[in-house]
Structures are given as structure tokens and as C-alpha cells.
Nanobody, 114 residues
Framework: QVQLVESGGGSVQPGGSLRLSCTASGSIFSASAMGWFRQAPGKQRELVATIGTGGITNYADSVKGRFTISRDNAKNTVYLQMNGLKPEDTAVYYC????????WGQGTQVTVSS
């Protein structure tokens, strides 16, 4: 069983920055695709960014140019650097790890408000 532990959420004013981290237990991290998803109140969960085992990244149009996903296989950790935050970025952010398996973290709240 793999556990994903997210951290780094919080409250920030519009235009601010946050960095989310997600650390995976076990030995599957380097062989897994990793991603960040988010769910705002009353909305469906949506993709934010993903990163493959070779480092290829993919972003939702709404965050391109503002968010950066990266991974450190030595630390079993994936990051999401979020700059230029907007109120519409407010959501619970979830980390995901998948290949032939599919694991999710418990989520971390990000609130952008003045």
C-alpha cells in the first residue's frame, strides 16, 4: 500500500505564491506518473498538472505560465509551485500517483482571498 502525504497548502492573497509537496511511501515513485488535481466546492475534480517518469509535463490551460510541477525521485516527492494565485484557484488540491495502480493523497486546502 502506498501513502501520499501532501503539505504546503494554506491561505494567500491574490497574486501570492505557495508550493505544495507530496511525498510517497514505498518504492514505486520513480516508476510512476505523478500529478496534482483540484476540487473546488460544488465542482468536479479537475487536472492541474502531471509529470511523467521521463519528466514530461502537462498543464491545465488555466494554470499554464503560473504553476510548475516538478519531481525529485531521490526524495519520492512531487512539487507544485503556484505563482500568481487567483481566487479561482481556491480548492482542495490532491496528489495522485499511478501506473497500473492508482493512489490519491488526502488533499490539502488552498484558499486565495483578499
Amino acid at each position: 500500500q502506498v501513502q501520499l502525504v501532501e503539505s504546503g497548502g494554506g491561505s494567500v492573497q491574490p497574486g501570492g505564491s505557495l508550493r505544495l509537496s507530496c511525498t510517497a511511501s514505498g518504492s514505486i515513485f520513480s516508476a510512476s506518473a505523478m500529478g496534482w488535481f483540484r476540487q473546488a466546492p460544488g465542482k468536479q475534480r479537475e487536472l492541474v498538472a502531471t509529470i511523467g517518469t521521463g519528466g514530461i509535463t502537462n498543464y491545465a490551460d488555466s494554470v499554464k505560465g503560473r504553476f510548475t510541477i516538478s519531481r525529485d525521485n531521490a526524495k519520492n516527492t512531487v512539487y507544485l509551485q503556484m505563482n500568481g494565485l487567483k481566487p479561482e484557484d481556491t480548492a482542495v488540491y490532491y496528489c495522485r500517483c499511478w501506473r497500473t495502480y492508482d493512489y490519491w493523497g488526502q488533499g490539502t486546502q488552498v484558499t486565495v482571498s483578499s
